[in-house]
Nanobody
Framework: QAHLVESGGGSVQSGGSLRLACVAS????????MAWFRQAPGNEREGVAA???????SYTPSVSGRFTISQDNAKNTLYLEMNSLKPEDTAMYYC?????????????????WGQGTQVTVAS
């Protein structure tokens, strides 16, 4: 059984930075889609950044240029570097891996999820 464990969340001021990490066990990252999602209270879970099996990286427009997704295969870890954070980035952030073969940005496609890490950005 695969497990994903996120860390790195916290509270920062607007304009600050955080680096999230997602350590995987029981699954090898990189063989399928990997992604970061986020969910704010009252909102649906949305895709933030994803890496396709061929290595193509995609971002949702609101974070493009501020967030960077990356992976360390040796550590079986997925990262999300978040810079120039804004209050609207406040949410629970989840990593996800291994899809049913569909879009890397579709919540319903993923088989494995982490427990989430909270990111709070104060104005």
């Amino acid at each position: 059984q695969a497990h994903l464990v996120e860390s790195g969340g916290g509270s920062v001021q607007s304009g600050g930075s955080l680096r999230l990490a997602c350590v995987a066990s029981g699954i090898t990252l990189g063989s399928d889609c990997m992604a970061w999602f986020r969910q704010a209270p009252g909102n649906e879970r949305e895709g933030v950044a994803a890496i396709d099996p061929d290595g193509t990286i995609s971002y949702t427009p609101s974070v493009s240029g501020r967030f960077t997704i990356s992976q360390d295969n040796a550590k079986n870890t997925l990262y999300l570097e978040m810079n120039s954070l804004k209050p609207e980035d406040t949410a629970m952030y989840y990593c996800a891996a291994d899809t049913h073969g569909g879009s890397c940005f579709e919540v319903a496609e993923y088989n494995y999820w982490g427990q989430g890490t909270q990111v709070t950005v104060a104005s």
